[in-house]
């Protein structure tokens, strides 16, 4: 993203994650071997039984909750906590702790601000780490609740803005994070060694004033590993330090058009995919990447413990929304299609909240009605421990029209671009 771009933050427009600006992302909760959750751009898709089958929580539900005012923002990104929990950003900040059932907005020091990145410690399940942007700064504040509420001091404040944060896994308390300038001055990666309480360590990125950088990820069997995305206006490419961010080198060189997604898998293979076709792959200790064809990616996954990688693919130019690889991506195998959906979650408040735009959903994917919709499945998805009922409509009507029309729109444009038929699938 140009920089440019940021300066409407203030104004709570767009959001970003650090890495990737999109909504596509695929997680594994620690807590449930079986279960899956796929980010969309019309809700939270959930899968208890390893992606045989699927139903979902809609985007306006995620977002707004009971708070119908917030109905016609969409989620920017999702995060999961070290203890299963989920974190969605939109306008503001949601979780839930039912998988998924009700979601709650976070409070504190982040109500009414433009969060623009966000990262769950991966070993402390209370801490989550923010960033605060304004129209002409930024801050990183902390959670000591699991992203519950936000304490008012801030951790690191800046009149640049900040693009991501992130926090290791192997070793606790180290934390980086990557800024850059409004006003020329430089591109800058910021490291703490005590959870954000000092940053000692500010290095400057040489890159040029059409790029930003923004953290990929950091190594989970190396602290001091780190893996930078630099973004252009055309192109990326990506940096690694591997001293915690004293020096840098290139390991990917710009490639034609903007990276998707990334994976450092658990045998230290890496994988970056774009939505144009391709992804490059890195072997364990091989220097170099090979590019190889691939569908239109939008994320990259694993789960933990396990060799398989998982793909999201674009449902409209690859005729299926999820894939799997179990060869290190030399092929991909099609898994699901959001028109295998079920229908919304079992639990009361999303079978109440997203009836509606369930029904719209239905016409834009081409799915005929389901006469389980509104039963079985979604495992203890179902059984949030709210119960449910007391959970309000938030006028989910209006808006799922809203949210329909606004994918089927978006759907419709890419396809154009790319002169294919709605439900061609590319050859």
Known sequence: MLAGAWIALGGGAARANGAFPDEFS??????????????????????EDDGVTWRYACEPWVVASSNAALASASVSFYQVTADGALLANSITMTRSSDVACTWPTSTGSVTGQTIADFFPDPNDASVVLAIV????????????????????PHLYDTSDILTGVEIARAKAGVVYATSFSLTGGPAKFLASTDSGITWP?????????????RILAV????EKKVYVRIVGAISDEI????????????????????????LRAADGTLYAGTRSGKVYVQAA???????????????????????????????VLDGFSLATSDDKAATFQ??????????????APVQTNCQAHWSRIQGVLGIGPRPDAGQGGGG????GPSGGSHCASAGVDAWSLWVALGLLSRWRRRAARMKKPLSAPLP
């Open 219 to 222: 190594d989970p069997a190396d």
């Open 239 to 262: 940096w690694m330090t591997t001293d915690g961010g004293q020096t840098f080198g290139t390991i990917l060189p710009p490639v034609s058009g903007q990276l998707s997604s990334f």
């Open 201 to 213: 360590l500010s290095t400057t990125l040489p890159i040029t004033a059409a790029t930003t950088p």
């Open 334 to 347: 099609p898994m699901m299609s959001f028109t295998q959906l079920l229908g919304p979650l079992t639990c």
């Open 133 to 152: 942007v304004l129209p002409n700064a930024s801050y990183i504040v902390a959670s000591h609740d699991g992203g519950k509420t936000f304490d008012p």
């Open 380 to 383: 203890d998805g179902g059984t």
């Open 26 to 47: 695929i997680h594994f909760p620690p807590d449930a071997p079986h279960r899956i959750y796929l980010g969309a751009n019309f809700g939270l898709l959930v899968s």
């Open 285 to 315: 200790g091989a220097t170099g990447f090979a590019a190889r064809d691939a569908f239109h990616l939008r994320c990259l996954g694993q789960r933990p413990g396990t060799a398989r990688i998982y793909a999201c693919t674009d449902f």
